[in-house]
């Protein structure tokens, strides 16, 4: 039994392919919050939704976000009335007393409806019109989307990693602001001085989550500050992956990310650019599977295969390659 996190679009792709290799009922997922927004009054989990489309089966695969084919009839028409009434287009933060109002798990990420800088898909705001419903309804985050995978027919169990609100705030040249407005509406154009986890201090894995995080855990190619960093931020998710075997597959190839903003995030954060500062930001990692092509020298055990992920032949050739890093380090993996 393994368990995978999850941010972003590395981990599901790693995932598609991954049936042969680990029996999707025994591998758990647990997903970053830091990214989720309340947006219009609900509330957007965008790596959870990413794992429960993928693994359901709705994912588009063309952007890694969404759902196929999905319809935007009701987000074209809130972009043409708010155009039409000459209103900003750009994100529209709620006043900051309304941050700490209403539902807990929004904190400090709380958006107007107006114009919607996030698209939404017809389709896709149903499920977050039921998970908002269902968490109003007195559920918590964790069962919500329980439910939801349900509805979707996913067979491998999808955690959030928290019950509690943390926010992945990123502090720029241009002043702080929610990770989506600076990745989605401003294409992570500002300079970065440092990423802030509001929340963190106070927030806890759930019970759920730590019961994964008692097997051996494998770190999917996600962006180690916003993906992954949220989680470690809380004190108890970085002591239990300190006491399992962990296996990180590295986004770079040297000094090359596959994609997003993990490099400008790292150096921000104090890391080098590159594998090597994958590993440096992973101390709590045992071994790493690298792409063939990377000749980064770590000081742990690893793995080299064509680390490539863009269809599930991939997926599977570099879930073997964890499979291999997880035996050399004696996780016991069924």
């Given at each position: ?95 900051e007393r309304e941050q700490t109002a209403g539902r807990a798990i ?229």
């Amino acid at each position: 039994m393994v368990t995978f996190l999850a941010g972003g679009t590395g981990t599901p792709k790693l995932l598609w392919g991954a049936d042969g290799v680990f029996e999707p009922a025994e591998t758990p997922v647990v997903c970053n919050t830091g990214d989720d927004v309340e947006m219009g009054s609900l509330l957007v989990c965008p790596d959870v939704d990413t794992v429960l489309f993928s693994e359901g089966g709705i994912l588009d695969r063309e952007t890694w976000w969404g759902i196929d084919d999905d319809s935007t009839a009701t987000h074209d028409a809130i972009s043409e009335l708010a155009e039409n009434a000459g209103l900003e287009s750009g994100p529209r933060y709620l006043p900051e007393r309304e941050q700490t109002a209403g539902r807990a798990i929004a904190r400090w990420r709380r958006f107007s409806g107006v114009a919607e800088f996030m698209q939404l898909g017809d389709r896709d705001r149903a499920i977050h019109t039921t998970r908002t419903g269902l968490l109003d309804e007195g559920n918590t985050l964790t069962e919500v989307t329980a439910t939801l995978a349900q509805a979707l027919d996913v067979d491998r169990s999808v955690l959030p990693m928290s019950d509690d609100p943390v926010a992945t705030i990123v502090h720029t040249d241009e002043g702080a602001m929610h990770f989506q407005e600076f990745w989605v509406h401003r294409r992570a154009e500002p300079t970065v001085d440092r990423v802030e986890f509001r929340g963190a201090a106070d927030a806890e894995p759930t019970d759920a989550v730590l019961a994964a995080l008692g097997r051996p855990v494998v770190i999917g190619p996600s962006n180690p500050v916003t993906s992954i960093g949220p989680m470690v931020a809380m004190d108890t998710f970085q002591a239990a992956l300190e006491s399992t075997p962990v296996v990180a597959v590295s986004p770079f190839v040297g000094d090359r990310v596959f994609s997003g903003p993990a490099g400008k995030l790292l150096e921000a954060s104090g890391y080098e650019a590159s594998t090597a500062g994958v590993a440096e930001a992973y101390p709590y990692a045992d071994a790493f599977v690298l792409d063939a092509d990377d000749e980064t020298d770590l000081d742990r055990p690893t793995v080299r295969t064509d680390t490539e992920l863009g269809s599930p032949a991939d997926g599977e050739r570099v879930c073997r390659a964890v499979r291999e890093a997880l035996e050399a380090v004696g996780a016991e993996v069924a």
